[in-house]
């Protein structure tokens, strides 16, 4: 299983940005998705996750501006990322917790990651 990420970009302050992840393979379910986020010096941290259900999570530095969202039909996870800042400036990653066979576990899965820079 190989998670595809795109979408990132350069983007003035006060911008927009969609992320999009969809992983590719043999996939039999997908339990939580989420995107993370590593700026230089930092580390990783969440940004934001959903269940198969639909639950969201965020940190609390993007709630009111990102919104992270899924379709169960594309396997693919989306972040919607509003009013960004100069401190949003990070490589992004999504993770997915797949299931490839019925019988297999459950296994983490990571992106490639793409980078973020916001920047007048």
């Known amino acids: 299983v190989q998670l595809q990420a795109s979408g990132g970009g350069l983007v003035q302050p006060g911008g927009s940005l969609r992320l999009s992840c969809a992983p590719s393979g043999s996939i039999a379910s997908i339990n939580g998705m989420g995107w993370y986020r590593q700026a230089p010096g930092k580390q990783r941290e969440l940004v934001a996750d959903i269940t198969s259900g639909g639950i969201t999570n965020y940190a609390d530095s993007v709630k009111g501006r990102f919104t992270i969202s899924r379709d169960n039909a594309k396997n693919t996870v989306y972040l919607q990322m509003n009013s960004l800042k100069p401190e949003d400036t990070a490589v992004y990653y999504c993770?997915?917790?797949?299931?490839?066979?019925?019988?297999?576990?459950?296994?983490?899965?990571w992106g490639q990651g793409t980078l973020v820079t916001v920047s007048s």
């Open positions: 993770n997915a917790h797949v299931r490839s066979s019925p019988w297999s576990p459950l296994r983490n899965y």
